[in-house]
């Protein structure tokens, strides 16, 4: 068994990864400051549903703070994998914030990689976003497209810290696999997410926010294929860059209307003026993933859409409160 070390292990996806390691019988150290770049209160839940598992220890770290992220390091050496999932994310956030994003992602990602490097960790595991590819990219988009003209900050920021990922590679021969996401989705999901924001204001009969004309197309891909996914870049690779995403793709508006049938309840819907920050469409080409790792996304969309309406009923005490912006 080994020892990882998963940096912003009260988030969305990074939380369910620790989960799963601690389940193969790891040893898990978990970093994350708790901001409230979201609401706390998902986080708080999230963390709650790890901290009592044998083998977890957590520590309300800031991985821009270099000193005491070597602190942690220095006290559970040996560390045989680093996977960083703490980041600021969310598109129009970043545009609102950029220098929040370009702290955390970039020089957070950074110094991650240097104690990868102080404490010769071999593996570091970073998780970056489809949003690189821009407004354009080939559907379904493959890892060799073009990445030069990102829409955002957030995309720029994960773009730059894939750069300096392939320098710590290229320097001192760290083995780095890079996943890039499309559009991830599950239970505890950010609150800003489209489908936590969608079950929500359907559910409380709240206005539901539409940028454009809701034609725009995601391939969203479930939280489980996601967190299997990247555990599975844990085998050595050099240096790679590997989609993640699902098999199906859905237009927004079309969503709204699925998840109106699930709930059973008519969606007040509110159009706003398209937003710049975002892409038109995404679908990944994940031929890659499946070569190098044997890979494929496995839970239909229709299936992951109504488990996550039934948890949110499930945990609607909460949830129903939760801020969606």
Same mark, same amino acid.
């Not at 400051?33 to 598992?53: A, F, G, W």
């Not at 520590?59 to 000193?67: H, M, S, T």
């Not at 730059?160 to 021969?173: F, W």
């Not at 590997?242 to 859905?250: F, V």
């Given at each position: 068994? #080994? ?10 996806? =990074? ?118 590819? =821009? ?78 004309? =809701? ?51 008519? #969606? ?35 299936? =992951? ?21």
């Amino acid at each position: 068994m #080994a020892n990882y070390l998963v940096a912003g292990a009260a988030g969305f996806i =990074g939380s369910r990864i620790a989960s799963l390691l601690l389940e193969q019988g790891h040893t898990v150290v978990g970093v994350d400051n708790l901001n409230d770049s979201y609401d706390p209160r998902v986080k708080r839940y999230r963390l709650e549903r790890i901290l009592p598992t044998p083998g977890f220890s957590f520590y309300q770290k800031d991985i821009c703070d270099l000193p005491a992220l070597q602190d942690v390091f220095a006290h559970h050496l040996p560390v045989q994998a680093v996977f960083n999932l703490a980041a600021r994310a969310g598109v129009r956030q970043s545009v609102q914030d950029p220098w929040g994003f370009v702290d955390t992602n970039i020089t957070g990602t950074l110094n991650l990689l240097e104690c990868c490097r102080k404490f010769d960790v071999p593996k570091f595991i970073f998780t970056s976003t489809s949003g690189v590819y =821009g407004a354009n990219p080939p559907l379904p988009t493959p890892e060799t497209s073009e990445t030069e003209h990102p829409l955002q900050p957030y995309a720029a920021s994960k773009r730059a810290a894939e750069l300096m990922c392939h320098a710590y590679h290229s320097l001192y021969g760290l083995d780095v696999t890079i996943f890039r996401f499309f559009s991830v989705y599950g239970p505890y999901s950010r609150p800003d997410m489209v489908m936590f924001r969608f079950i929500q204001w359907i559910s409380e009969g709240r206005p539901v926010a539409i940028h454009g004309d =809701g034609g725009q197309t995601r391939a969203f891909t479930h939280l489980e294929d996601v967190a299997r996914g990247t555990i599975l870049g844990l085998k050595p690779l050099g240096y790679e860059i590997l989609n993640l995403g699902g098999h199906e793709t859905i237009g927004i508006l079309d969503l709204a209307r699925k998840i109106e049938a699930y709930i059973g309840r008519k #969606a007040n819907l509110k159009f706003l003026p398209p937003s710049l920050a975002d892409a038109r469409g995404n679908q990944a080409d994940v031929s890659k993933a499946g070569r190098l790792l044997g890979w494929r996304p496995t839970i239909p969309l229709e299936q =992951g859409l109504a488990s996550l309406v039934e948890w949110y009923r499930a945990e609607r005490s909460w949830t129903s409160k939760v801020l969606t912006p």
